[in-house]
């Protein structure tokens, strides 16, 4: 089996134009790719970063449930404006949620949001807030990832699509990180190798890590 693959960034529909701007949607051959290989029709597939909800509108085209949290009003509003009634895009921060509160969970796929070692914003709070350390993000977003394990079902996966970023400012191994910070908290199942043609934080390739629960 390949390890890697050639991700094209498909996107089927436009933002709307106060969106358009901020379009960091997840790849929907990537989704496609994940769901199809790794659920079944009527399972339930989870994007705790869910933006303007392309997991759950790919989940859904696919005959899965989706579910979704989001801690921008605006986008969260987007996401549920486009979905069915299957699904369903909550407006809060995955980090407010208490680990029974989650249904037991098919797939997880997500891509959390990025930062550099040199932002004084945290990105888990919609770059609103200031943050004390890089250090302190990785933290959260280990936090945030091995609580989802533990809501997996029996046969269940979390994917995460991560890469490094290279700035003027220099580069910042994110991709490694945040594996080294999971480590043993999830079973590490393998990775691939997403392929861009075009440059995406200095870098043409990603990542896709794949885990199973402990």
């Not at 050639?6 to 790719?33: G, I, N, Y």
């Not at 009634?85 to 029974?100: F, G, H, R, T």
């Not at 888990?124 to 200031?130: M, N, R, V």
């Not at 269940?156 to 700035?167: D, E, S």
Request: aromatic share 10%; with cysteine.
């Amino acid at each position: 089996m390949n390890t890697h693959f050639e991700d094209a960034d498909t996107k089927s529909w436009e933002l709307p134009s106060e969106h358009s701007a901020d379009d960091v949607r997840l790849s929907e051959d990537v989704l496609k790719k994940y769901i199809c290989s790794l659920t079944q029709p009527g399972d339930l597939v989870f994007d705790p970063f869910a933006g303007f909800g392309t997991t759950l509108v790919v989940a859904e085209r696919l005959e899965r449930r989706g579910l979704g949290y989001e801690i921008l009003e605006a986008r969260a509003r987007y996401a549920n404006s486009i979905i069915s009634s299957s699904s369903n895009v909550i407006c809060s921060d995955i980090q407010n949620i208490e680990l029974d509160q989650l249904p037991l969970i098919d797939l997880c796929i997500s891509s959390p949001p990025y930062m550099n070692k040199t932002d004084a914003e945290d990105p888990l709070s919609g770059y609103a807030d200031p943050i004390g350390t890089y250090e302190e993000y990785i933290a959260k977003l280990r936090a945030i990832y091995t609580s989802i394990g533990k809501r997996l079902n029996e046969d269940g996966h979390l994917v995460i699509q991560i890469q490094n970023l290279q700035t003027d400012q220099g580069i910042t191994p994110l991709a490694f990180d945040l594996y080294n910070a999971i480590g043993s908290d999830l079973a590490f199942v393998s990775e691939d190798i997403t392929i861009w043609d075009t440059k995406c934080y200095g870098y043409t390739h990603g990542y896709c890590f794949i885990y199973r629960g402990d």
